[in-house]
């Protein structure tokens, strides 16, 4: 069955360094792979997709590579602050299909 | 962007009882999802709600311990039937955003605890 990991299940960092988040698949194709950030008592928000034939994507202070030759996505918050602190989430699906999501990675930034 | 709301936001149950969890959308949407989120584990997929059809459950989760309706375009219910501690859990309710096609808003959820 499918199965996602994400490297850890926290991450603490002082503020303006970048953080790096991981997310490895196994016994999976997905056409896209998603991030989202939870924040205690809520429901996860989006924050950016990435398709099966795109290497890399940004917004703002966030980038996500692809790589499925690895299965492995990479997450980076740079020059990241306090108000970055959440638990991000890994979720992965074909066109059409449930997302399967992993565990997150709950990011602490201190200042 | 829609908005969604789920009723109650927390709840303390007795085992044997059932829940009914609510979740409305601002807006009229096709499909509406549900969610379980247990403690340290992955959201996971209950079923997915398509106005004037039965819902279509994943595996592991059957209509009769988590009956669901979908009675028009912007509301549906999950209930929890004959909950046991194993049930205290998240639950939480999205929709797809139109904006990009397979991705999600999510509701706030609702956190549950079985006595």
């Known amino acids: 069955s499918q199965k996602i990991e994400q490297n850890s299940e926290a991450l603490n960092i002082q503020e303006g360094k970048t953080a790096t988040l991981t997310c490895n698949y196994t016994?999976?194709?997905?056409?896209?792979l998603q991030w989202y950030r939870q924040d205690p008592g809520r429901g996860p928000v989006f924050l950016l997709l990435i398709r099966e034939n795109e290497k890399e994507k940004r917004k703002e202070r966030l980038k996500v590579t692809f790589d499925t030759t690895l299965k492995q996505s990479l997450f980076h918050i740079t020059a990241s602050q306090p108000a970055d602190s959440a638990t991000y989430l890994c979720?992965?699906?074909?066109?059409?299909?449930?997302?399967?999501f992993g565990k997150g990675t709950t990011l602490s930034v201190s200042s | 962007s829609a908005v969604i709301s789920q009723k109650p936001s927390r709840d303390i149950c007795q085992r044997g009882t059932s829940l009914t969890i609510q979740c409305q959308v601002d807006?009229?949407?096709?499909?509406m999802f549900w969610y379980r989120q247990q403690p340290g584990q992955s959201l996971t997929l209950i079923a997915t709600a398509n106005q004037g059809s039965e819902a279509t459950y994943e595996s592991g989760f059957v209509i009769d311990k988590f009956p669901i309706s979908r009675p028009n375009l912007t509301f549906s219910t999950l209930t929890v039937s004959n909950m046991s501690p194993e049930d205290s859990s998240i639950y939480l309710c999205?929709?797809?955003?139109?904006?990009?096609?397979?991705?999600?808003?999510f509701g706030p959820g609702t956190r549950l605890t079985v006595l």
């Open positions: 979720a992965l699906n074909q066109a059409g299909t449930a997302l399967i």
């Open positions: 999205s929709v797809d955003r139109v904006q990009l096609v397979d991705t999600q808003y």
């Open positions: 807006s009229q949407v096709t499909m």
């Open positions: 016994n999976y194709s997905p056409a896209y």
